[in-house]
């Protein structure tokens, strides 16, 4: 009877030992799944986040795309304004030079015709006189 009742007494502590590593066990799988859960909830955040600055990312891309192409039409237009500016610059140099011209010309021309209207008064004084001697003779 006393062997039987060592045998039971293992047996109850080999069980309450069981029990305990059960129970032990037992926390362990709850905690571990709170963080597996935790985790995969970290993850589908952060998976979110990563698809959302793809999108960013995509659209500043866009953004850079879009700048460069008015970055290279505004440089076109640059080239062109100062291709006819150069060219206006030439246009007035060319009319500059002809304004000088004419007024050379113009003060030629007035000289020349100061001459001509004395000489044409010579003339008309001398037909004048021309016509007064005539009368008078």
Do not use: H, P, W
Not at 78 to 106: C, H, I, P, W, Y
């Amino acid at each position: 009877l006393q062997r039987y009742i060592t045998e039971v007494k293992r047996f109850e502590e080999v069980m309450d030992l069981k029990e305990n590593d059960r129970l032990t066990l037992l926390q362990q799988y709850e905690e571990l799944s709170k963080e597996v859960t935790a985790y995969e909830s970290s993850n589908r955040s952060l998976e979110m986040q990563a698809a959302n600055l793809m999108l960013e990312v995509r659209s500043r891309e866009d953004d850079l795309a879009a700048a460069k192409q008015r970055c290279d039409s505004l440089e076109k237009y640059v080239e062109e304004v100062l291709a006819q500016n150069e060219q206006f610059r030439l246009q007035v140099t060319n009319l500059s030079s002809k304004v000088d011209m004419l007024g050379s010309d113009l003060k030629s021309n007035r000289v020349t015709r100061d001459s001509v209207v004395t000489d044409l008064e010579s003339v008309n004084q001398l037909a004048v006189r021309l016509n007064t001697e005539k009368i008078d003779l």
